[in-house]
């Protein structure tokens, strides 16, 4: 599991659906998958929750995802 869009697909949930949970738009939702901006904090705590993962483990997946868009640049 390397990103948002992964952990929707398991749980079989569409951006408009998370989108609805977390309380925030699709195109908030489309913006983290693509890595063009991060959740808040508080966000990722709803998120950690929704999907019955560790802080930790949400963290690494965005982070990862992050790290990856770095290492193309340089």
């Known amino acids: 599991?390397?990103?948002l869009k992964v952990?929707?697909?398991?749980k079989?949930?569409?951006q408009q659906k998370?989108?609805?949970v977390l309380g925030v738009s699709q195109n908030t939702i489309s913006s983290w998958e693509t890595s063009s901006t991060r959740p808040s904090?508080?966000?990722m705590l709803k998120m950690a929750d929704y999907f019955d993962i560790s802080l930790e483990e949400l963290y690494a997946?965005?982070?990862s995802k992050n790290t990856k868009k770095l290492d193309k640049r340089y």
């Open 1 to 3: 599991m390397n990103n």
């Open 7 to 10: 952990l929707r697909a398991k």
């Open 12 to 14: 079989d949930v569409s």
């Open 18 to 20: 998370l989108s609805q």
């Open 41 to 43: 904090a508080k966000n």
């Open 61 to 63: 997946i965005f982070l």
